[in-house]
């Protein structure tokens, strides 16, 4: 009976012994063990989707996994943010939108995340955003757009394609004590063509415009990033005309808050080479969104940073 009663207490002692060498070895298993699924807001074909498919190859082969890329589109990329606040941080799910959709449209509307409800991993590529007029309005830059504003009556009207757009032009018309107003539309090729058809004095657009500019169809007026838009860098960026607000819009990867640092720093690592891949330049300079590239904390960083600069600009 005794000999029963220690050899139970021994398979006992074995077992837990065991269970705890596995849950240890579980622990402090190396990220990643598995694929990684990156769930992208827009609809295939894009240019989030097309530049991240691209990527996906590069972070695979750094990662030493395969890369699941699926799509999720709805709310300008918040329906896949919004999702990805149920995964776990563990570094297997992430997510692919644009800048505005987290340091942007938070400021806007009642939306489930925040600023603070990511980690930031990278973040490619610029959408070269400017204002545009025609030619033959005789204007230099928006400088201009601004003197004649001035000098109209009714002030000017622009075709607009997204409420980021407007908030950036109230904000200017508030200072400069002009009237701007919005005429909505319903995304790029319809700005242009308000624009080429002379329907309003100028526009927004994202990107939509590029092509026209090269033929001279169009003038870039201002950049609204931080630096001026590859191909005019002759054009001024709103901030060097004064105004403290701009648009840096990339295509931005977040996994839900949390990471441990080796995990971030794995994946950080992994965008980063995909980054410079040949693939992904070739697709971003086919897109004119340069190859600009911000990783980890300096991506953090420039995203709260023009998260901030908007909430002020809504209050």
């Given at each position: 009976?005794?000999?029963?009663?220690?050899?139970?207490?021994?398979?006992?002692?074995?077992?837990?012994?065991?269970?705890?060498?596995?849950?240890?070895?579980a622990a402090f298993a190396e990220f990643p063990e598995r694929s990684v699924r990156i769930t992208v807001g827009f609809g295939?074909?894009?240019?989030?989707?097309?530049?991240?498919?691209?990527?996906?190859?590069?972070?695979?082969?750094?990662?030493?996994?395969?890369?699941?890329?699926?799509?999720?589109?709805?709310?300008?990329?918040?329906?896949?943010?919004?999702?990805?606040?149920?995964?776990?941080?563990?570094?297997?799910?992430?997510?692919?939108?644009?800048?505005?959709?987290?340091?942007?449209?938070?400021?806007?509307?009642?939306?489930?995340?925040?600023?603070?409800?990511?980690?930031?991993?990278?973040?490619?590529?610029?959408?070269?955003?400017?204002?545009?007029?025609?030619?033959?309005?005789?204007?230099?830059?928006?400088?201009?757009?601004?003197?004649?504003?001035?000098?109209?009556?009714?002030?000017?009207?622009?075709?607009?394609?997204?409420?980021?757009?407007?908030?950036?032009?109230?904000?200017?018309?508030?200072?400069?004590?002009?009237?701007?107003?919005?005429?909505?539309?319903?995304?790029?090729?319809?700005?242009?063509?308000?624009?080429?058809?002379?329907h309003v004095d100028f526009a927004y657009s994202s990107g939509t415009y590029y092509a026209q500019a090269k033929a001279g169809?169009?003038?870039?007026?201002?950049?609204?990033?931080?630096?001026?838009?590859?191909?005019?860098?002759?054009?001024?960026?709103?901030?060097?005309?004064?105004?403290?607000?701009?648009?840096?819009?990339?295509?931005?990867?977040?996994?839900?808050?949390?990471?441990?640092?080796?995990?971030?720093?794995?994946?950080?690592?992994?965008?980063?080479?995909?980054?410079?891949?040949?693939?992904?330049?070739?697709?971003?300079?086919?897109?004119?969104?340069?190859?600009?590239?911000?990783?980890?904390?300096?991506?953090?960083?420039?995203?709260?940073?023009?998260?901030?600069?908007?909430?002020?600009?809504?209050?």
């Amino acid at each position: 009976m005794d000999s029963y009663k220690s050899s139970s207490k021994f398979g006992v002692f074995l077992c837990a012994g065991a269970a705890v060498v596995l849950t240890a070895s579980a622990a402090f298993a190396e990220f990643p063990e598995r694929s990684v699924r990156i769930t992208v807001g827009f609809g295939p074909g894009g240019g989030v989707d097309t530049i991240t498919r691209a990527a996906s190859d590069a972070i695979s082969k750094a990662l030493g996994q395969s890369v699941v890329v699926d799509n999720q589109p709805g709310a300008g990329g918040g329906l896949a943010l919004t999702a990805l606040l149920a995964k776990p941080a563990d570094g297997y799910e992430l997510a692919a939108a644009i800048t505005t959709t987290v340091s942007f449209d938070p400021h806007t509307g009642d939306r489930a995340y925040n600023i603070d409800s990511f980690d930031y991993i990278g973040a490619f590529g610029v959408f070269p955003e400017a204002i545009v007029a025609l030619p033959s309005k005789g204007w230099n830059d928006f400088s201009d757009i601004v003197a004649a504003a001035k000098a109209a009556p009714d002030g000017l009207n622009y075709a607009s394609t997204t409420s980021l757009d407007r908030v950036i032009m109230a904000t200017i018309a508030k200072q400069e004590g002009v009237t701007i107003k919005p005429v909505p539309t319903k995304g790029g090729a319809e700005a242009v063509a308000q624009t080429l058809g002379g329907h309003v004095d100028f526009a927004y657009s994202s990107g939509t415009y590029y092509a026209q500019a090269k033929a001279g169809d169009l003038a870039v007026m201002a950049g609204l990033g931080k630096e001026p838009v590859p191909g005019f860098e002759s054009a001024p960026t709103l901030e060097s005309l004064g105004y403290d607000i701009s648009s840096v819009n990339m295509v931005v990867y977040v996994a839900p808050a949390g990471l441990s640092d080796e995990t971030k720093t794995i994946l950080v690592d992994a965008f980063k080479a995909a980054a410079e891949s040949e693939t992904v330049l070739e697709i971003l300079a086919g897109r004119n969104m340069g190859s600009f590239i911000l990783t980890g904390d300096e991506f953090e960083a420039q995203i709260r940073a023009q998260s901030a600069q908007f909430e002020a600009a809504l209050k």
